[in-house]
């Protein structure tokens, strides 16, 4: 049973710094390109960042030079490192396993809770 864990949101003010955790447990974990995804209520989700699995990092442009995704495959973890945060970052951040396919990610339809970040101005 494939489960996913995030945590470490919360509630920063503009230009705060947050570090997002997701743990993965279920899946060879090792071979997965890894995301982060962010949702507000009523809107699609959005994709933040990808990492595959041999470390190759891809940013959206909204988040690009302040946001940094990271992993470690000795722990099954996923991290995205959150700096100069600005109230438009406030969503539900999700972590997701899936492909990287010639740059193009794929997500699996495998999803946890989410992790509440709320940036105030």
């Known amino acids: 049973q494939v489960q996913l864990v995030e945590s470490g949101g919360g509630l920063v003010h503009t230009g705060g710094s947050l570090r997002l955790s997701c743990v993965v447990s279920?899946?060879?974990?090792?071979?997965?390109?890894m995301a982060w995804y962010r949702q507000v209520q009523g809107e699609q989700r959005e994709l933040v960042a990808t990492?595959?699995?041999?470390?190759?990092?891809n940013y959206a442009d909204a988040v690009k030079g302040r946001f940094t995704i990271s992993r470690d495959n000795a722990k099954n973890m996923v991290y995205l490192q959150m700096n100069s945060l600005r109230p438009e970052d406030t969503a539900v951040y999700h972590c997701?396993?899936?492909?990287?396919?010639?740059?193009?990610?794929?997500?699996?339809?495998?999803w946890g809770q989410g992790t509440q970040v709320t940036v105030s101005s």
């Open positions: 997701n396993p899936g492909r990287d396919v010639g740059g193009t990610y794929y997500a699996s339809r495998y």
């Open positions: 990492i595959t699995s041999g470390g190759a990092t």
């Open positions: 279920g899946r060879s974990f090792s071979t997965d390109a």
